[in-house]
């Protein structure tokens, strides 16, 4: 009968692989990545107009954020509001500007201030469609990207198998004061082992993102459209009947915590208020209630509760890939776990390096070719997960800086 089980020899042929050829797009990911997790402090750092001073009292209401935002940009129509999760963070209006393009307006929730305005094209935006999506316009560059979370599962598995006991590893320190491959093969596995609490859901998220592009996403949350309209909201349409709405939004999801109104772009659509609720590991708008703008009619509300099990896994995703789940503190660890998954791919390339040198060397007597060159090889025939990984990073950032400068 033929035997299916792998040997330890294949096991390692396969990690190196898939490991090493598509190590260049793996670190490309892992970056933005890490970098994504703390996107918001990075444009906090990036624009001062993102920047408020807590003034020791309670924010002030939505209602008050967006007469703010009106008064400021009379000629703009107001598409939806932040609240903003930080102390330090002002809140986001979005609104569309006369020549028909999308801004944030950025209004400081203690003192109704409007600190100014920003292109939507932030870097919290942009590191998010680099590495989601590589800039690509559709579903191809979405489905390029999760497509990689097959052969990452590969390696992940096939490095489990090759390291036997993994978890004695946890606290074996590097041979630093042997050979620099024996020491930086021991600190590849030791920050691998480490790393498998967050490489399991990152792969397993990976894996579902594949399948949500490939057309089995979960179905989406009721719509509660509205009746056609001439307008999209009210002549008289104010903070204060924001403030009414979101009265009414928390008395009919008591104990709702209100951080996101969506306002009509269309004027079918209905005013949706979002926000956290009892459910766990879901984004906001798992708990939303809907109102008719006119009459500030319920039209329908949903808690995370109520949605499907499959919906419920497709709203667990994203706070479990990016670690947003436990706030500030894992997406700390999260951030962590990305600079080390960066560094297993880079430490994997010099090791592969340094092995097929000392093998070169002991088969032909001659130098080994550099180690770029050794690396470039072990990508494949004719280096070929090199030049695709090579080929992607390079049209991401190209696309990224197309991007840039038409915003």
Known sequence: MFDFRLRIPSWHRLHSFLGLG??????FLFLTGTLLVFAPELDWLRYSEVRASPQGSAKLSLGTIYDAAARARPDWDIVALDRSEGARFADQVTGIRPEGRDAFIWVDPYTGQVNGETSSFTIHAALLRLHEALFIPGNQGKLVVTFFGIPLTATVIAGLF??????????????FSSRSRAWLSDLHRLIAVW???FFVPLVVTSLWYFVETVGLDAPATPANRTVTRD??????????RLDAASAIATATLPGLEVRKVILPRRP??????????TA????????????????????????????????RI?????????????????????????????ALTIIGMIIHAKRVGIIQQKTTGAPARSGFARVWRGMGPWGLGGWISLGLVVTGLALLTRNFLGA
Do not use: C, K, M
């Open 22 to 27: 598509a190590s260049l797009f793996f670190t």
């Open 162 to 175: 090759l390291y036997r006991r993994f978890w004695t590893g946890f606290f074996r320190w590097p041979r």
């Open 231 to 240: 307008r999209l909201l009210p002549p008289d349409f104010d903070g204060a």
């Open 280 to 311: 766990v590991l879901v984004r906001p708008r798992a708990n939303s209630v809907y109102f008719h703008p006119e009459t500030l009619e319920v039209l329908g509300a949903h808690r995370g509760e109520d949605l499907s099990l499959h919906q």
């Open 314 to 342: 497709a709203e667990a995703a994203d706070p479990i890939h990016f670690g947003t789940w436990g706030g500030l503190p894992t997406r700390i660890l999260w951030g962590l776990f990305g600079v080390g998954l960066s």
């Open 195 to 197: 790393s498998l609490v």
């Open 268 to 277: 079918a659509q209905p005013i949706v208020f979002q926000g956290d609720h």
